[in-house]
């Protein structure tokens, strides 16, 4: 299967610091990656589409200011958390969709955020 | 009413067992559909993608998808404690539309 990376794995940071995580896709280019956010048994809560070289679209309820996501190449997407705080803690996972394959998508390992 | 139900578990079943895990939905514009595994503290890994009705088979795995029923599983032959994992469908209409999860079925596998 198609390997994503992401990075860090895990990150434990002070309230009011900002956190980046990077999503890369590494055997073939992503125009198309995603954020999810997971909470402790619940299932993958999407939080936004990240299209190569224009603007993220986010979902209702997740505010872009906070959360900002740059996809400057087919290969990397980046999510910037601004500001963190204790409810942002969290597992982030990012995922990139391969080209010709519509709705297949490979995920990311994941990063544990921990915000103190 | 949620897009896509999936019960939440745990399954626990003895090593061997085939194993039944199931989705319901009521969008009936899916056409793609897909089972994931993750392991604790990872990303989901793809294990299966279907397109429309019919089944799949992939090694120890088969997937099966009823339209007319809005009801997809995934049958698991001969576990093994390595399969303890939660298993997540998901779904989408295609043509680049959003792909919907379930909650995750948690499954463990006793040996």
Redesign the interface.
């Known amino acids: ?1 198609a390997v ?1 990376s ?1 990075h860090p794995s895990r990150v434990i940071c002070k309230s009011g610091t900002s956190v980046k995580i990077e999503c890369r896709s590494l055997d073939f280019q992503a125009t ?1 990656m995603f954020w999810y956010r997971q909470f402790p ?4 809560m ?1 939080m936004a ?1 990240s299209n190569e070289g224009s603007k993220a679209t986010y979902e209702q309820g997740v505010e872009k200011d906070k959360f900002l996501i740059n996809h400057a190449s087919l290969t990397l997407s980046t999510l910037t958390v601004t500001s963190a705080h204790p409810e942002d803690s969290s ?1 982030y ?1 990012c ?1 990139a ?1 391969r080209p010709g ?10 990063t ?1 955020l921990t915000v103190l | 009413q949620k897009e896509v139900e999936q019960d939440p578990g745990p399954l626990s079943v003895p090593e061997g067992a085939i194993v039944s895990l199931n989705c319901t939905y009521s969008n009936s514009a899916f056409q793609y559909f897909m089972w994931y595994r993750q392991y604790s503290r990872k990303g989901p890994e793809l294990l299966m993608y279907t397109y429309s009705s019919g089944n799949k088979e992939d090694g120890r795995f088969t997937a099966q998808v009823d339209k007319s029923s809005k009801y997809i599983s995934l049958f698991i032959r001969d576990s093994q404690p390595s399969d303890s994992a939660t298993y997540l469908c998901a779904m989408s209409e295609g043509g680049y539309q959003k792909v919907t999860f379930g909650t995750g079925t948690k499954l463990q596998v006793i040996p």
Request: net charge positive.
């Open positions: 299967g994503v992401q198309t048994k619940q299932s993958l999407l589409t597992f996972i995922s969709r394959a519509t709705d297949t998508q490979y995920f990311g390992p994941g544990r």
